[in-house]
């Protein structure tokens, strides 16, 4: 006799949903520089009034909102890539576009690529805004009205706006060239300060570890994408994550005081500050640049089961509003295609942000569009103003930044020509409510089961890096540079862990979770951790600190 393998499945959250957070440390950097890329090109087109060819300059343009994280060697090749990702997109949307007007064949079309987009987007780890920009310009033009003739032209707008939005984003470099690896472990140090003021014992300290664990690495990751280290301040900058990483795994001998200071002295662009510390510290760092990165067809793998849903709902979502008679399908399908996440829970949460923000956003579309309708240099300014209140809102919540990006995406129509503001409002909610139940529903019929494979994976990637860890410590005199290393590799898998099962905890109608072993592994793991900084002589760096600094 046998027994099935019991299932799960999760309660939808509605508290909190709708809660406004903190707005990001950097909201107004993404919110300036798309009004710098998107300004000049439709001021230009607007003084040779050719505004109906703002649809694909704004193509290129709206790519500086990605890359804002990263430092900027990295920023120059993610900026590139994301460019020619929109163009290729956009390229065949216009094709499409005109080889057929069907417009189920059109649907299918947007909505396989959709697929596309998602999973390079997640698995290449781009960051915010992520698919979503890139559906919703290739879905709309795959409904542009073209001609094979015209397609290399309008290619040709998105590409030159494109190049100009890679100078707006990197231009900052030119004044606080270290300013996102500054960051990033600025916020390690607050982070791993704030789980040092718990000593491990006070409520709510697995998720202040949980989320210290988080913020160094992505820290550790901010620095490894700038390559090789060419300069003294990346390198005391990598000295400063090593501290955070050491208060990480050893709270109660920490001052979180000195952790903060050194989180100020961060700020702006003054000196960086130079910790006492040998370089075998880093000697993990130098094993970690040598590793070979995943191939990307490997980290597309675990992906499959996200583009199932993001095809299919897509695709169903633009059907559905076909056979209502809307008139843009694309809407609908990217209403579905922005909220599919890690897991349906999540999903369940972008998909109640997106109808209201939608709804709200509608609202405001209504109160704006008499002022937009006076004049077309109205028009683009209105568009202006809705583009950074998008960006400079959104960090506090998604339903925040979709009140502004609505009305923005509803007045980019008008740019071709004016239309029944009252026809665009009905058929935008329509397409909103569509688009949000249709991709719900095929988020939650089809499951992700590898969610549990993947917890496996992180739990075996704990128990040996913790095994090889244990056998260094219990040698008499382990090799600096090995034990390090290994301190790395452990401290990196538990945050791989963490990431993992809280996206596989949200997911539904899966195999129970092996909760147990996932606590125990990061206790066990975290012992040992701190084992490793003990051997180390680590504690003994609280009050060290040298006068020289470094400049930026």
């Given at each position: 006799?046998?027994?099935?393998t019991?299932?799960?499945?999760?309660?939808?959250?509605?508290?909190g949903?709708?809660?406004?957070?903190?707005?990001?440390?950097?909201?107004?950097?993404?919110?300036?520089?798309v009004?710098?890329?998107?300004?000049?090109?439709?001021?230009?087109l607007?003084?040779?009034?050719?505004?109906?060819?703002?649809?694909?300059?704004?193509?290129g343009?709206?790519?500086?909102?990605?890359?804002?994280?990263?430092?900027?060697p990295?920023?120059?090749?993610t900026?590139?890539?994301v460019?020619?990702?929109?163009?290729?997109?956009?390229a065949?949307?216009?094709?499409?576009?005109?080889?057929?007007?069907?417009?189920v064949v059109?649907?299918?079309?947007?909505?396989l690529?959709?697929?596309?987009?998602?999973v390079?987007?997640?698995a290449?780890?781009v960051?915010?805004?992520g698919?979503?920009?890139?559906?919703?310009?290739?879905s709309a033009s795959l409904?542009?009205?073209?001609?094979?003739?015209?397609?290399?032209?309008?290619?040709?707008?998105?590409?030159?706006a494109?190049?100009?939005?890679?100078?707006?984003?990197?231009?900052?470099?030119?004044?606080?060239?270290h300013?996102?690896?500054?960051?990033?472990?600025a916020?390690?140090?607050?982070?791993?300060?704030?789980?040092?003021?718990t000593?491990?014992?006070?409520?709510?300290?697995d998720?202040?570890?949980?989320?210290?664990?988080?913020?160094?690495?992505?820290a550790w990751?901010?620095?490894?994408?700038?390559?090789?280290?060419?300069?003294?301040?990346?390198?005391?900058l990598?000295?400063?994550v090593v501290?955070?990483?050491?208060?990480?795994a050893?709270?109660?001998?920490t001052?979180?005081?000195?952790?903060?200071?050194?989180?100020?002295?961060?700020?702006?662009?003054?000196?960086?500050?130079?910790?006492?510390?040998?370089?075998?510290?880093?000697?993990?760092?130098?094993?970690?640049r040598a590793?070979?990165?995943r191939?990307?067809?490997?980290?597309?793998?675990?992906?499959?089961?996200l583009?199932?849903?993001?095809?299919?709902?897509?695709?169903l979502a633009?059907?559905?509003?076909l056979?209502?008679?809307?008139?843009?399908?694309?809407?609908?399908?990217?209403?579905a295609?922005?909220?599919?996440?890690?897991?349906?829970?999540?999903?369940w949460?972008?998909?109640?942000?997106r109808?209201?923000?939608?709804?709200?956003?509608?609202?405001?579309?209504?109160?704006v569009?008499?002022?937009?309708?006076?004049?077309?240099?109205?028009?683009?300014?209105?568009?202006?103003a809705?583009?950074?209140?998008?960006?400079?809102?959104i960090?506090?919540n998604?339903?925040?930044?979709?009140v502004?990006?609505?009305?923005?995406?509803?007045?980019?129509?008008e740019?071709?020509r004016?239309q029944?503001?009252?026809?665009?409002?009905?058929?935008r909610?329509?397409?909103?409510?569509?688009g949000?139940?249709?991709?719900?529903?095929?988020?939650?019929?089809?499951?992700?089961?590898r969610?549990g494979?993947r917890?496996?994976?992180?739990?075996?990637?704990?128990?040996?890096a913790?095994?090889?860890?244990a056998?260094?410590?219990a040698e008499?005199q382990?090799?600096p540079?090995?034990?390090?290393?290994?301190?790395?590799?452990?401290s990196?898998a538990?945050?791989?862990?963490?990431?993992?099962?809280?996206a596989?905890?949200?997911?539904w109608w899966q195999?129970?979770?092996?909760?147990?072993?996932?606590?125990?592994?990061?206790?066990?793991?975290h012992?040992t951790?701190?084992?490793?900084?003990?051997r180390?002589?680590a504690h003994?760096w609280?009050?060290?600190r040298?006068?020289?600094d470094?400049?930026?």
């Open positions: 006799m046998t027994t099935a019991p299932t799960t499945t999760r309660r939808l959250p509605l508290v949903v709708l809660r406004l957070g903190r707005p990001s440390d950097i909201w107004f950097k993404p919110a300036f520089s009004v710098a890329a998107v300004a000049p090109p439709n001021l230009t607007l003084a040779l009034g050719r505004l109906d060819l703002a649809m694909y300059t704004m193509a343009s709206l790519c500086a909102l990605y890359g804002h994280n990263r430092p900027y990295a920023r120059a090749r900026l590139a890539r460019i020619l990702g929109m163009v290729g997109g956009l065949l949307a216009l094709v499409a576009a005109s080889l057929t007007t069907n417009a059109l649907v299918t079309v947007g909505a690529m959709a697929a596309v987009q998602k390079l987007c997640d290449t780890r960051g915010p805004p698919n979503v920009v890139l559906t919703f310009i290739s409904f542009a009205p073209q001609t094979l003739g015209q397609v290399p032209g309008h290619v040709g707008l998105a590409l030159a494109g190049a100009w939005a890679w100078l707006v984003g990197m231009a900052p470099g030119l004044l606080r060239p300013g996102p690896e500054r960051r990033a472990t916020h390690a140090l607050n982070a791993t300060a704030a789980y040092a003021d000593r491990g014992t006070a409520e709510g300290h998720r202040t570890r949980a989320a210290a664990a988080a913020a160094v690495q992505a990751q901010s620095l490894l994408a700038t390559g090789t280290r060419t300069d003294r301040t990346r390198r005391a990598e000295h400063l501290r955070a990483e050491v208060a990480l050893a709270p109660a001998d001052d979180p005081r000195l952790l903060r200071g050194w989180a100020r002295d961060l700020r702006g662009t003054g000196r960086v500050p130079r910790v006492a510390g040998a370089d075998d510290e880093l000697l993990g760092v130098d094993a970690e590793l070979p990165q191939p990307l067809w490997r980290r597309l793998g675990p992906l499959t089961p583009a199932a849903r993001t095809a299919l709902g897509c695709a633009g059907y559905a509003s056979a209502l008679g809307v008139g843009r399908p694309y809407w609908a399908l990217v209403t295609a922005s909220l599919y996440q890690a897991n349906v829970t999540l999903t949460s972008r998909g109640v942000q109808v209201v923000g939608n709804l709200l956003g509608v609202l405001v579309f209504a109160a569009v008499p002022l937009a309708h006076l004049h077309p240099a109205a028009l683009v300014l209105c568009c202006l809705f583009n950074f209140g998008a960006e400079a809102l960090g506090r998604y339903w925040l930044g979709s502004c990006v609505t009305p923005m995406a509803l007045l980019i129509t740019f071709a004016t029944d503001a009252g026809q665009l409002v009905t058929e909610v329509v397409d909103t409510l569509v949000a139940l249709v991709g719900f529903a095929v988020a939650v019929v089809v499951t992700n089961r969610a494979d917890i496996e994976h992180a739990l075996t990637a704990v128990e040996r913790r095994e090889q860890a056998r260094l410590l008499p382990p090799v540079r090995a034990l390090e290393a290994a301190r790395r590799t452990l990196a538990l945050a791989e862990l963490r990431a993992t099962a809280d596989a905890s949200g997911e195999r129970a979770l092996p909760q147990e072993r996932v606590v125990q592994a990061e206790q066990c793991g012992r951790l701190a084992a490793t900084v003990r180390q002589g003994s609280d009050g060290a040298t006068t020289e470094v400049r930026p």
